[in-house]
């Protein structure tokens, strides 16, 4: 997708976000194209996910109104004294790679925000489904002058953060599946996904990936799992953009928090908010299943399994929880 392209269709689903029927004509005229432009631009906007009605002599009109990110409106979330980069971007592959392309030079909280991803993915390699402003796809780059040995439970606190931005938005009855999954009503409402880069011993880049269902499409066919979303928790569905503010500045905090003092203050909180605490569960590694009861975490983050051989601590990688 050629930038020209991008920054066009960006500008065409701002006027289309008012929920009203703009003719071909017009929108060509404003945009500077011809209207077989502008409708080959709307054929490729729906293929994201988006719901653009057609009518001959009308014109086209999104099935609902759209509220677009704008770093303007994040930062009103924020501190002044906030100064690491906000970046809004239109349609990426992939909001973890494309700081992942470019760790050289960003300061820690250097945050990206994409209204979709066509190469979203997520723990294991899979798919992370990312419709057109349906969701909160946001990453956030941040070095450890120690390197990947003080990275042990990253992911549990970074779900601490969430569970928190979630609660000053107003949403409650969240909880944490270890070791990157946030589920609300048994079901997934956000994950994330941990991508480092360094040498052993030295400095390491971390990208923390953050993806948030917000008001997803109800014919999405795509998610293997149980799903919710937060059009489903509250009403009305919050504003993303207080959302991605609120989320910047707790991941702020408790990147700054994990920095200094580890896992340690975050242990605590994770623990009350563990889905499968004390829960019978099946213990997924490789080719491998092993069944016993949830203990919850140890201090370095790792799952504590116990079975009739006693309580074992399993740490991250290719590991996967599921209820029995």
């Not at 653009?52 to 990110?69: D, E, H, M, N, R």
């Not at 390699?125 to 003080?150: D, E, I, N």
């Not at 299943?289 to 309580?311: C, M, P, W």
Request: hydrophobic share 40%; aromatic share 6%.
């Amino acid at each position: 997708m050629s930038k020209y392209s991008e920054l066009v269709r960006g500008n065409l689903l701002s006027i289309l976000a008012d929920n009203t029927f703009h003719s071909g004509e017009t929108l060509g005229a404003t945009l500077g194209i011809s209207r077989a432009a502008i409708s080959n631009h709307i054929k490729v906007l729906s293929t994201l996910g988006l719901d653009i009605f057609s009518v001959t002599g009308k014109g086209y009109c999104l099935a609902q109104p759209l509220k677009l990110l704008s770093t303007h409106k994040i930062r009103e979330q924020l501190a002044s004294t906030h100064t690491a980069e906000i970046e809004v971007l239109n349609v990426i592959g992939s909001t973890n790679q494309y700081l992942k392309d470019q760790t050289i030079g960003l300061n820690n909280a250097h945050t990206c925000l994409a209204e979709a991803q066509t190469a979203g993915k997520g723990r294991h390699g899979r798919k992370w489904v990312s419709p057109y402003a349906a969701s909160l796809y946001l990453s956030m780059h941040w070095s450890f002058a120690g390197g990947y040995s003080v990275l042990g439970g990253l992911s549990l606190a970074v779900g601490v953060a969430i569970v928190d931005a979630l609660n000053q938005c107003g949403v409650k009855g969240i909880q944490l599946k270890w070791p990157n999954d946030i589920y609300a009503q048994g079901k997934k409402l956000a994950g994330v996904l941990i991508e480092v880069e360094g040498q052993i011993g030295s400095e390491c880049q971390a990208i923390i990936g953050i993806g948030i269902n917000v008001a997803l499409p109800t014919n999405i066919e795509e998610i293997g799992q149980p799903w919710i979303d937060l059009s489903q928790l509250s009403e009305p569905v919050i504003d993303r953009n207080l959302l991605a503010g609120t989320l910047i500045r707790e991941l702020t905090k408790s990147l700054t928090l994990f920095e200094n003092c580890g896992l340690d203050p975050f242990i605590s909180k994770w623990r009350t908010l563990d889905i499968y605490a004390n829960q019978p569960v099946k213990l997924l590694i490789g080719e491998k299943a092993i069944s016993g009861i949830s203990r919850g975490i140890d201090g370095n983050g790792a799952f504590l399994l116990e079975t009739e051989l006693g309580v074992k601590a399993y740490h991250g990688g290719e590991i996967s929880v599921r209820p029995i």
